[in-house]
């Protein structure tokens, strides 16, 4: 059965800090890693890896994949409030279906 | 606008009773998927779709059940078998070529 385990599962930090969030997965036949943010409804996508090693960035937040060690990492520098959210670790797989697996999810609370 | 539209957002269901859950997408996706989400518990998969006239069961399938007979549209029927409803529920939509999954804002059911 493919797993996803994220964590830490929740976290509060204060505006300015910087957040890493990890996730490892066991997927058979793995394709990708991704990661979402979601706040109170729909998920949102953030990054999709495929490759071990390459950054991936988007304003103050960055991930990396790790294939040898089965493992990614969701950097958020400079923490803002509006970055309070639960962040989802899925990695894809299994034989052309697309299917995710999902972990539980990091839960992030940035106080002023 | 393309997207995904779930409805409703709220639904309460009495014992004994069947509700349907919509999902409507025009984003063209062939692939269509079923989560419910429980707090602390990340997504798990229900029913998929990957094309009209199929689909398969995900890790949680008993108690639901799925149609697909347009490609814009996979409605999820909550049955009287299943037991402990009370979740959110989040539709989703990909290509099939190992792409990001898109999803809807959800629908919140609970019991009454």
């Known amino acids: 059965e493919d797993k996803v385990v994220q964590s830490p599962l929740s976290l509060v930090v204060h505006e300015g800090d910087t957040v890493t969030l990890n996730c490892s997965y066991e997927v058979t036949n793995f394709r990708s890693l991704l990661w979402y943010k979601q706040e109170k409804k729909a998920p949102t996508f953030l990054f999709m890896l495929?490759?071990?090693?390459i950054e991936k960035k988007s304003g103050r937040l960055s991930s990396i994949l790790d294939k040898k060690e089965l493992s990614s990492i969701l950097n958020i520098t400079a923490t803002q409030t509006g970055d309070s959210a639960i962040y989802l670790c899925?990695?894809?797989?299994?034989?052309?279906?697309?299917?995710?697996?999902f972990g539980k999810g990091n839960q992030v609370v940035v106080i002023p | 606008d393309g997207g995904i539209t779930q409805s409703p957002k709220y639904l309460f269901r009495k014992e004994g009773q069947n509700v349907t859950l919509s999902c409507e997408q025009n984003?063209?996706?062939?692939?269509m998927y079923w989560y419910r989400q429980d707090p602390g518990q990340g997504l798990r998969l229900i029913y998929y779709s990957q094309i009209v006239n199929d689909f398969q069961k995900g890790d949680i399938a008993e108690g639901y059940s799925v149609s697909r007979e347009k490609k814009e549209s996979f409605p999820l029927t909550v049955t009287s078998a299943q037991k402990n409803p009370t979740a959110f529920y989040l539709c989703a939509s990909g290509d099939r070529n190992n792409q990001p999954q898109h999803f809807g804002d959800g629908t919140r059911l609970s019991i009454l």
């Open positions: 984003l063209n996706h062939d692939a």
């Open positions: 495929t490759s071990s090693g």
């Open positions: 899925a990695a894809g797989g299994g034989y052309g279906n697309n299917r995710l697996a």
